[in-house]
């Protein structure tokens, strides 16, 4: 399919799950729906430099607490509408990225991810220490009384959310099957032959770190909005960081497809979780569910599919 | 009357710690020579090699291609102005398929050093010439991990012409093969000489190197022992007493 | 204006004292990841769980702190060695270290502490010892017993680690299979037991650490957090595998931290150490003492 193609597709089928929304009148469900759409671009952001490029990014809540709190920050001085706020967010964790990247990305990959723990860890003190956005206290924000296009603003944060992953998994496909996407693999492969056969993977690799920061920042910037009330702790929540690496892992780091199962399943079966057991218990289980398929199913499901599909043709 | 030089390298050194690794090394290469490099296991010549490609820098020296310096280049940079290299311990990209293992200096060598893109059609098809050449056609859409060692060393072969270089460094490329094999290679060699590449061969396989070059270098403990013709080489006491064994 | 001299020798001194033990904090990971290439991330909460092991030993049985860390220093020896056999055959056997290999240890690090936090609460746990209490006064300079003794243990820790590093066959093989592993096979000594060895003593070094650091200060679950920068930060300025250069960077963080936390307070704390690593990976990655 080309990639034409694929993105009439992809926004019919985007359409398509938002008109069937609609007809949901559970509340709950744009709530939760929100959450997993969110993790379908953080999933899919990271896999871009983690699956596609193969250098691991711990620090995805930094990014996506960046985009965050820029809202934050935005809706004390002006009123801007939410698409314009995504793209302020993700222009400033886009250049974190590139900024982490030039420092980093000329030693190996386990200090860039190490570095990227870091980043994490001086945002959210930064963060905390800044008493403009509320510090440690957090800061409440205010949803517009007037919600652009229609109804309800839950609905309407879903479907920005609902357009901003068809636009992550676009990207990825598209990246995917270019010529970019074989530059990516080689450095995953080999860097060093990748270099000596002509690729510029120090270019490639910052390539790489700014668009998927980008992507985790302009998932950030709508939080603020969704909870209404933001502090440090939530939105440099650990989970985020484990969801983004988890997702991509379990669901398959060689294609799309994979974060999209990966968010898709596990988002769902944590919101299930939460709800009946409790939040530790669901991290646990995001936790195990990481470290055994690790282990046994490296290609995560998608892997276990096309091994499958394999053996059938055998 | 003699081609211009292509390849010029002035007194290059290179430590690694206390370890030296080469030593004021010199040589240079015409364009279109055929030019042999051999010595001992350990002697520097993988060394050199990833000094001359950007895999590694050297520390003193320069080094000159085309008339340019290019020390401080990164590999890819040398690369699209034109040399490259066959590592001796093959490195494919293990999750592309064969044919995708040619398709990256087809891509990111050619392409980019000529501006024009070709279309997937045209790569492909340039894909299946350089594996026919090798006689790795069937082989095309496997992984490389299938290959045998020795059509691994091909394949390792077929990247570095596939990035269509004006000088080729091919090491160690033979190890392993049969009498008839290093024939076919050696016969592909001077078929891409011919069409103007000049190559740098390094091997142990003496018969394939003597019968090959023009001139033959001679590396042992980091330092350039000889440099002259293959019959002169040989006939060369330093380098019997050091390499050849009496 | 009285410059606070006093404030400032007794900050000074606290920051060397928890410099001394934040070597021993780091020098399991100096081990694994400085000679063996094994980016165990979750050092620091293997870390905790020996705090939380010698809480309980010593709330419910009275177990002396110190006493309960040689007890658990072989049983985590056994555990350290079991991950990396895991580790070893999911990973390092495939080449997938990289990428494979630090979610391992990231989804390690996550499991223990969603783990602690589901059995113990978030409440700080802490232990009481003869020496948790009281200070030394030595004119104006304060010495808490609670952060001399760890400091003295973790200086022995050390010094011992080195020697047999230096000395035993066995050490002088771990510093071998850093740099050349292939000669180590040669010599008949199969590089993954030795690793496999490294790895067990690493982790023991965790619970020693463990015990060491909830004498210094209450524990709850999500503290190891703190310590994945200090570790790290400390490994690489200190130049990775060099064990005294771990201890010259375990000091001099100590002593940033210290008189940061005590002239601008202690939220700035867990951001020094990732600060200092960040600066000394851009600027020089080789570490103060690196190769």
């Avoid at chain 3, 030795?194 to 965790?206: D, E, H, P, Q």
Wanted: hydrophobic letters at 55%; glycine letters at 10%; aromatic letters at 10%.
């Amino acid at each position: 399919m080309g990639n034409g193609t694929f993105v009439l597709a992809a926004a019919v089928a985007g359409a398509a799950v938002f008109g069937l929304s609609l007809l949901i009148h559970n509340e709950y469900f744009f709530f939760a729906g929100y959450v997993v759409l969110q993790y379908i671009v953080l999933a899919t952001a990271w896999n871009i430099l983690g699956g596609y490029t193969g250098y691991v990014n711990f620090g995805t809540a930094a990014f996506f607490a960046m985009g965050a709190y820029s809202s934050v920050v935005l809706y004390k001085l002006v009123s801007l509408p939410l698409p314009v706020l995504m793209v302020v967010g993700g222009a400033i964790s886009g250049i974190v990225g590139f900024g982490t990247g030039y420092l980093t990305l000329r030693l190996r990959g386990v200090y860039f991810a190490i570095a990227t723990l870091a980043l994490a860890v001086v945002v959210q003190t930064l963060i905390v220490n800044w008493d403009f956005v509320g510090g440690a206290r957090g800061a409440y924000i205010m949803r517009p009384a007037q919600v652009p296009l229609f109804g309800n603003y839950i609905q309407y944060l879903f479907l920005v959310m609902l357009v901003l992953a068809v636009v992550a998994l676009v990207t990825a496909r598209t990246i995917e099957r270019s010529r970019l996407g074989y530059g990516f693999s080689a450095i995953r492969d080999d860097e060093l032959a990748a270099e000596a056969f002509g690729v510029p993977t120090l270019r490639l690799k910052l390539l790489a770190t700014t668009l998927s920061g980008a992507l985790m920042g302009m998932a950030g910037a709508p939080l603020p909005y969704y909870v209404t009330y933001l502090d440090p702790a939530s939105g440099f929540n650990l989970a985020y960081a484990v969801n983004s690496i988890a997702m991509p892992l379990i669901g398959g780091t060689t294609t799309w497809v994979g974060p999209l199962i990966g968010a898709v399943l596990l988002g769902t079966i944590q919101q299930v979780a939460t709800v009946t057991i409790s939040s530790a218990a669901n991290l646990l289980i995001v936790g195990l569910l990481l470290v055994g398929f690790v282990i046994v199913a490296p290609n995560g499901i998608v892997g276990l599919f096309e091994q499958h599909w394999r053996a059938r043709r055998a | 009357m003699s081609a211009p030089t292509l390849l010029a390298v002035e007194d290059l050194s290179k430590r690694f710690g206390g370890f030296v690794a080469l030593e004021a090394v010199n040589f240079s290469v015409a364009e279109g020579e055929r030019v042999g490099l051999i010595g001992p296991n350990g002697s520097g010549k993988s060394t050199l090699v990833n000094c001359l490609c950007g895999t590694l820098q050297n520390e003193t020296g320069t080094v000159r291609f085309a008339g340019q310096a290019i020390d401080g280049l990164p590999a890819h940079r040398r690369v699209r102005l034109g040399i490259a290299r066959s590592f001796q311990l093959p490195r494919p990209f293990a999750t592309l398929s064969v044919g995708d293992n040619l398709r990256i200096p087809l891509l990111y060598a050619v392409d980019a050093r000529t501006g024009v893109r070709h279309s997937k059609a045209e790569i492909d098809a340039r894909c299946g010439e350089l594996l026919s050449l090798m006689g790795l056609a069937d082989k095309a859409a496997r992984p490389p991990l299938e290959l045998s060692q020795v059509e691994m060393r091909k394949l390792e072969l077929a990247r570095a012409i596939a990035a269509e270089p004006k000088l080729l460094i091919a090491d160690e490329a033979m190890a392993g093969l049969s009498p008839s094999e290093v024939d076919d290679i050696l016969a592909l060699l001077v078929r891409l000489n011919e069409r103007g590449i000049t190559i740098i061969l390094i091997e142990h396989i003496m018969r394939a190197v003597m019968s090959f070059s023009e001139r033959v270098l001679v590396l042992v403990a980091g330092r350039k022992i000889a440099d002259a013709r293959p019959e002169d080489v040989v006939r060369d006491p330093e380098v019997t007493r050091a390499y050849l064994g009496e | 204006m009285h410059f606070p001299f006093e404030l400032l020798a007794n900050a000074a001194v606290s920051g060397l004292l928890l410099g001394g033990f934040y070597a021993a904090v780091t020098v399991g990971v100096a081990i694994s990841f400085g000679m063996l290439d094994i980016v165990n991330i979750a050092h620091p909460a293997f870390i905790i769980l020996g705090s939380y092991i010698t809480y309980i030993v010593n709330s419910t049985l009275g177990v002396d702190p110190l006493v309960a860390s040689v007890i658990m220093a072989p049983a985590f020896f056994l555990l350290g060695a079991a991950i990396y056999q895991v580790y070893y055959l999911a990973f390092e056997k495939r080449g997938q270290e990289s990428l494979r290999g630090l979610a391992f240890f990231f989804g390690l690090l996550f499991i223990t502490e969603v783990a602690l936090i589901l059995v113990f609460g978030v409440d700080y746990r802490y232990v009481t010892a003869p020496y948790a209490g009281p200070s030394l006064h030595l004119g104006f300079l304060i010495l808490p017993l609670r952060m001399l003794v760890p400091c003295a243990v973790s200086l022995v820790l050390l010094l011992g680690l080195q020697l047999f590093l230096a000395r035993s066959f066995a050490g002088r093989a771990i510093l071998a299979v850093s740099q050349d592993p292939v000669a180590l096979r040669l010599m008949g000594v199969s590089p993954s037991r030795i690793k496999r060895f490294a790895f067990g003593l690493s982790l023991a070094t965790a619970g020693v650490a463990g015990t060491l650091l909830i004498i210094i200060q209450p524990v709850e679950p999500s503290v190891g957090r703190d310590y994945i920068g200090r570790v790290f930060a400390i490994c690489v300025l200190g130049g990775m595998g060099s064990l005294p250069g771990a201890l010259v960077a375990a000091m001099l963080l100590g002593l940033v931290e210290s008189v940061t936390s005590t002239f601008y307070g202690p939220s700035w704390s867990p951001a020094i150490a990732f600060g200092v690593l960040l600066v000394t990976l851009a600027v020089r990655p080789a570490g103060l003492m690196g190769r």
